[in-house]
């Protein structure tokens, strides 16, 4: 997943916000984390405020995989 799509996808998530909108987050995360690292998973926390929206902070390390794929 480009960086450009999985912004536009946390876009989404972090307009609707919720527990279910937070989980849907994580998982573009974990894949962001995968694919692109540590740093672009921070970036797109500050970015999208999604500490504020979700309580996601930078540092943070998700795991799973929106294909299975670890």
Not at 19 to 47: C, M, P, S, W
């Amino acid at each position: 997943m480009t960086l450009e799509k999985a912004k536009k996808l946390l876009a989404v998530q972090a307009d609707f916000g919720g527990f279910y909108n937070a989980n849907g987050a994580k998982l573009i995360l974990a894949e962001v984390q995968r694919e692109h690292g540590q740093q672009a998973v921070d970036t797109l926390i500050r970015e999208l405020d999604l500490e504020r929206i979700f309580g996601f902070v930078p540092g943070t390390v998700f795991g799973g995989s929106l294909f299975g794929k670890t």
